[in-house]
Structure formats: C-alpha cells, structure tokens
C-alpha cells in the first residue's frame, strides 16, 4: 500500500515515515504542501495522511480540492491536527474520509488507514 505523508514538522514526518514503512507500506513523504495535488497525481497514493495546520495551507482545502479534482477525488484522506476536536472535527464537511486528533494512537491510525484503504 502507498501512503502520501503531507506533514511540516520534521520530526512528526520521520516518525510517521518510519512507523509506516515497519508496517510494510510504501510512503511519499512531503514536509511542503506546495505540490500536493501533482504529488498525489504522479503518486498515485492508495491513502493520504494529510495535516490540517500547513505552513502556509489548511489541510482542509487541499482535501477539498483533491476531492473535487478528477481522475484522484476517490483517493481516500485521513485529515490529522492537534487543532481543537471542533475543527478536526469540522474536516468531514471537507470530504475527509477520516479525522484524528494529535496526538493519537499509532495502532488505531494504522487500523483507519487501512479501513479507508479497503473501501
């Protein structure tokens, strides 16, 4: 399985990284949203682990964009913040297949990906 990591702090990005690659998933990992969208085209990822709070972005929006952009909105999106409950919560309106709260249980982040993977 292929995961597209789109986080900004480095040592969260090393640490999914390589939990995610022990699990035996193969990973793009992007510290910039600045490619997202192309990343996601030229990756053809199976999931995508998106921050919400991006130097420069809201995760939000580039879950709402992938999801209204042809050929990749059926991608599945896993929207991660320490932000409030509320507004992680406020992500499914976005089109986030899930939302978690940081910090969170790798175990349980591991079981959605591949639940949102599976459908």
């Given at each position: 399985?292929k995961i597209?990591?789109v986080?900004?702090?480095?040592?969260?990005?090393?640490v999914?990284t390589l939990?995610?690659?022990?699990?035996?998933?193969?990973v793009?990992?992007?510290?910039?949203?600045?490619?997202?969208?192309?990343s996601?085209i030229a990756?053809?990822?199976?999931?995508v682990?998106?921050d919400i709070?991006?130097d420069?972005?809201?995760g939000?929006?580039?879950?709402?964009e992938?999801k209204?952009?042809?050929?990749?909105r059926?991608?599945?999106?896993?929207?991660?913040?320490?932000?409030?409950?509320e507004?992680?919560?406020?992500?499914?309106?976005?089109?986030?297949?899930?939302?978690?709260?940081?910090?969170f249980?790798?175990?349980?982040?591991?079981?959605?990906?591949?639940d949102v993977?599976e459908k």
């Amino acid at each position: 399985m292929k995961i597209l990591i789109v986080e900004n702090e480095p040592a969260t990005l090393d640490v999914l990284t390589l939990a995610m690659e022990m699990e035996g998933f193969e990973v793009i990992p992007l510290i910039s949203a600045k490619s997202f969208i192309a990343s996601i085209i030229a990756n053809e990822p199976d999931v995508v682990l998106l921050d919400i709070d991006l130097d420069g972005f809201d995760g939000r929006g580039l879950c709402r964009e992938l999801k209204e952009t042809d050929g990749i909105r059926d991608t599945p999106v896993i929207l991660v913040s320490a932000l409030s409950d509320e507004k992680v919560r406020s992500s499914l309106a976005y089109g986030a297949d899930v939302a978690i709260s940081k910090p969170f249980d790798l175990v349980d982040l591991l079981g959605q990906i591949r639940d949102v993977a599976e459908k």
